[in-house]
């Protein structure tokens, strides 16, 4: 689950289902602990 996302010029934004991701975001996630490495790997 996408909690929450951090653009390029660092304006945060609450993600909403439309929300376009492009380089230099940051983008904070809340994973199962299972699920840690296959998000890692998702997201390089």
Not at 18 to 25: A, F, R
């Amino acid at each position: 689950m996408v909690t929450g996302i951090t653009n390029g010029a660092g304006k945060s934004i609450i993600p909403n289902g439309y929300s376009t991701l492009k380089e230099g975001d940051t983008v904070v996630v809340a994973v199962l602990r299972q699920a840690t490495k296959f998000i890692q790997k998702l997201f390089g």
